[in-house]
């Protein structure tokens, strides 16, 4: 009797994902992407992602850079991610027909001349302990790029990924959305601390705000936020009043229509006693960041966690009916624009009048009701 319910689902409760139960609301993006962490690819480890629909194999050579390909070898079509690496060669596992770190077919498995093929390269950096690969709707090369920021403390980063339904463009969306910090993060107020600054494919956000911390009551938080296209939030963190600096990589990279991965990579430094010896008071700030980095990790984990069922679930309004306080989401739909093809543009549309409203909404600042 057990087996003939084998096939049997559970009666499903609560919303259905977004990306089952809506078609896709928005194209894949341009630009960079990523497609994991730089301490996940050892050397001679192949790795298969992700990226809009398709496999994209990573190796790591022996020098220490990267390289990416589309993942079947142009001999008879074998899925690269079941490669090996010997020294700085791809070795594909059907035929064993060997490439070098140009992609040039050497040899082959049984000693014959190599035919003139190569591996399919893809534009790939490795920057702030995390891998990007470039994808673009026309084929261009990489046309900006991803830059390096501070390193904070002296730990190496703290680091977690998940999938689920939802857009890249969401995850970037939120860091203008100041009204769901309030209703959603639980923040008591906060405000943007200057205009956003628009620059081609990037922005920059500066916010005050107050959070309450377990036994210690209300604290001002300061918040510097960068966006690089539809790629990456980097973000600053400091609490003055606890000498507490917090840098976090935030990445969501589409995987599938309407689904994605979502990247987040934390460092944590505490500020260093004035009253002790510099050199007391340097390990106090190091045991202290050592201590805590994980309980803070996980943290800062649960707060971004908060977004996820509402990332998965909701549908992609356009326009949608925004409201004083929202903060500058029309501003950043205007912005992420040119991230989509052109084709797709009548999905994105963004009235000057809309940019207006939210802007103005931004700046009244929030304030818990």
Not at 73 to 92: K, Q
Not at 219 to 237: N, P, S
Not at 317 to 331: F, K, T, V, Y
């Amino acid at each position: 009797m057990r087996g003939s319910f084998k096939h049997v689902q559970p009666i499903g409760e609560g919303p259905t994902a977004g990306d089952v139960a809506l078609p896709p609301g928005l194209p894949y993006p341009d630009g960079w992407a990523s497609v994991g962490f730089s301490d996940e690819l050892k050397p001679g480890t192949v790795l298969t992602r992700r990226l809009a629909g398709e496999d994209v194999v990573l190796y790591r050579l022996r020098n220490g850079r990267i390289r990416a390909i589309r993942p079947y070898c142009p001999h008879l079509g074998a899925h690269l991610g079941l490669a090996e690496v010997e020294g700085d060669d791809l070795v594909c596992p059907f035929h064993r027909f060997a490439f070098d770190p140009d992609g040039t077919c050497v040899r082959t498995g049984y000693g014959s001349a190599p035919p003139k093929a190569s591996l399919a390269q893809l534009p790939v950096r490795e920057v702030n302990d995390a891998v990007f690969v470039w994808r673009h709707h026309d084929g261009r090369r990489p046309d900006w790029e991803i830059p390096e920021w501070h390193t904070l403390g002296h730990q190496p980063p703290r680091h977690a990924a998940w999938e689920m339904a939802g857009y890249a463009q969401d995850v970037m969306e939120n860091a203008v959305d100041l009204g769901h910090f309030v209703t959603l993060h639980g923040w008591p107020s906060g405000e943007l601390a200057a205009p956003i600054d628009w620059d081609g494919t990037r922005f920059h956000i500066s916010m005050r705000v107050q959070e309450d911390f377990p036994l210690l009551g209300r604290r001002q938080v300061d918040i510097e936020v960068d966006g690089y296209g539809l790629a990456c939030l980097h973000t600053d963190v400091h609490t003055p009043a606890l000498g507490l600096k917090m840098c976090s990589l935030v990445m969501a990279t589409m995987v599938a229509p309407g689904r994605m991965q979502f990247r987040q990579a934390s460092r944590f430094s505490f500020d260093e006693p004035s009253r002790l010896p510099p050199v007391l008071g340097r390990a106090v700030s190091r045991s202290l960041s050592s201590l805590l980095a994980g309980p803070m990790f996980k943290r800062s984990c649960e707060f971004t966690a908060a977004d996820f069922p509402i990332w998965s679930t909701k549908k992609y309004l356009s326009p949608p009916r925004l409201a004083p306080g929202d903060g500058p989401i029309g501003a950043l739909r205007h912005w992420a624009r040119q991230f989509y093809p052109p084709d797709h543009q009548e999905h994105l549309p963004a009235p000057a009048a809309l940019t207006v409203r939210a802007e103005n909404g931004a700046r009244s600042g929030l304030a818990r009701p």
